[in-house]
T-cell receptor
Framework: AQSVAQPEDQVNVAEGNPLTVKCTYSVSGNPYLFWYVQYPNRGLQFLLKYITGDNLVKGSYGFEAEFNKSQTSFHLKKPSALVSDSALYFC?????????????FGTGTRLLVSP | DTGVSQDPRHKITKRGQNVTFRCDPISEHNRLYWYRQTLGQGPEFLTYFQNEAQLEKSRLLSNRFSAERPKGSFSTLEIQRTEQGDSAMYLCAVRRGDQPQHFGDGTRLSIL
């Protein structure tokens, strides 16, 4: 079975500073990894995905993620945080067992960017 | 614009009542998913449709839950005899080909 873990419930960072939101994964087979962001009372917005290829994946709104196979990690990063980045961030892995590509999500990390 | 419209956005009902939610993809997406998100948790998979066929159901989907996608376009999720534990955000997502899943803004269900 596939799973992801987000070890931090909350990450605090000052505006302009770099941010990292952590995610580790456990999969059978090749990992297909995703990051989504959720604003209050909204659905999830896709940020980026890793399927194969370069370990550094670039996504929307200046976010990027680094895939590390040896550490089974897929951390989300941004060089310079904005107050508007404050939201709930979810890491997800695609379930490879059934072929229907459902997603298995972590518990989420709340990012708070202070002015 | 997420490409997925969900209705209603909020539903408040008394325990024991039946509720139905609707998901409308704006354009053609043959793959449609329902997820449930409880407070403080990530979304959990409920069920999957490919066109009108319901191909996978989670164990979370008790016999009080039923989902349909009669013409392979919009989908409905019905909960019968609602319970307190059904309070959650119900999210619909669609996917085309190898594209990632795109989510609607969800229906928040509150059981009194």
């Amino acid at each position: 079975a596939q799973s992801v873990a987000q070890p931090e419930d909350q990450v605090n960072v000052a505006e302009g500073n770099p941010l990292t939101v952590k995610c580790t994964y456990s999969v059978s087979g090749n990992p297909y990894l995703f990051w989504y962001v959720q604003y209050p009372n909204r659905g999830l917005q896709f940020l980026l995905k890793y399927i194969t290829g370069d370990n550094l994946v670039k996504g929307s709104y200046g976010f990027e993620a680094e895939f590390n196979k040896s550490q089974t990690s897929f951390h989300l990063k941004k060089p310079s945080a904005l107050v508007s980045d404050s939201a709930l961030y979810f890491c997800a892995v695609r379930d490879n067992d059934t072929g229907f590509q459902k997603l298995v999500f972590g518990t989420g990390t709340r990012l708070l960017v202070s002015p | 614009d997420t490409g997925v419209s969900q209705d209603p956005r909020h539903k408040i009902t008394k325990r024991g009542q039946n509720v139905t939610f609707r998901c409308d993809p704006i354009s053609e997406h043959n793959r449609l998913y329902w997820y449930r998100q409880t407070l403080g948790q990530g979304p959990e998979f409920l069920t999957y449709f490919q066109n009108e066929a319901q191909l996978e159901k989670s164990r979370l989907l008790s016999n009080r839950f039923s989902a349909e996608r009669p013409k392979g376009s919009f989908s409905t999720l019905e909960i019968q005899r609602t319970e307190q534990g059904d309070s959650a955000m119900y999210l619909c997502a669609v996917r085309r080909g190898d594209q990632p899943q795109h989510f609607g803004d969800g229906t928040r269900l509150s059981i009194l």
